[in-house]
T-cell receptor, first 110, second 113 residues
Framework: GEDVEQSLFLSVREGDSSVINCTYT??????LYWYKQEPGAGLQLLTY?????DMKQDQRLTVLLNKKDKHLSLRIADTQTGDSAIYFC??????????FGAGTQVVVTP | DSGVTQTPKHLITATGQRVTLRCSPR?????VYWYQQSLDQGLQFLIQ???????AKGNILERFSAQQFPDLHSELNLSSLELGDSALYFC????????????FGEGSWLTVV
């Protein structure tokens, strides 16, 4: 399958913005996703973006898509301690198969 | 709460044994997916069912099998368990099989000793 790559770790101060980056390889992907996994918990769908969009904003979350470079980012404004989690980027392949990245662990420090 | 329910939440079993993991999709969702999350492999797609029929297969071992029942709940059967099968098994569901919102359950933690 195609590879989705993410940086593994991000440390951010409370109140600052976090930016998590992801690159994908399948240019035919129709949807790209961000999921959040808190310790011992399941995968929470945070947001998704359709491939014909450049940007999507949802409250504190902003997703940017650069289709030419196959680059996806998630910006979290005013990062809070409750945002500490692992964030997974995923691309939609076919019939609901999602190709996930390895996840970025975000640690929010006071 | 995603609306996807998985049981059991935790399971410890011995090598060579067989276990069944159960999933109830969100109300109205026809498609069910199974994923495995392990430290070395990350999140891997196993299999998908749509309205009772298998639709897509991923990295699912022959020792594993799944089915979706007429009431749309699904079961993942893992047999001849090995230590390396220890992982978090996720079930997910979506309304169709080709839509943009796929919701995951909280997972079933399987430990093989």
């Amino acid at each position: 399958g195609e590879d989705v790559e993410q940086s593994l770790f991000l440390s951010v101060r409370e109140g600052d913005s976090s930016v998590i980056n992801c690159t994908y390889t399948d240019s035919s992907s129709t949807y790209l996703y961000w999921y959040k996994q808190e310790p011992g918990a399941g995968l929470q769908l945070l947001t998704y973006i359709f491939s014909n969009m450049d940007m999507k904003q949802d409250q504190r979350l902003t997703v940017l898509l650069n289709k030419k470079d196959k680059h996806l980012s998630l910006r979290i404004a005013d990062t809070q301690t409750g945002d500490s989690a692992i964030y997974f980027c995923a691309e939609f392949e076919s019939w609901g198969k999602l190709q996930f990245g390895a996840g970025t662990q975000v640690v929010v420090t006071p | 709460d995603s609306g996807v329910t998985q049981t059991p939440k935790h399971l410890i079993t011995a090598t060579g044994q067989r276990v069944t993991l159960r999933c109830s999709p969100r109300s109205g969702d026809l498609s069910v997916y199974w994923y495995q999350q392990s430290l070395d492999q990350g999140l891997q797609f196993l299999i998908q069912y749509y309205n009772g029929e298998e639709r897509a297969k991923g990295n699912i071992l022959e020792r594993f099998s799944a089915q979706q029942f007429p009431d749309l709940h699904s079961e993942l059967n893992l047999s001849s368990l090995e230590l390396g099968d220890s992982a978090l098994y996720f079930c997910a569901s979506s309304e169709t099989g080709f839509d943009n919102t796929i919701y995951f359950g909280e997972g079933s933690w399987l430990t093989v000793v």
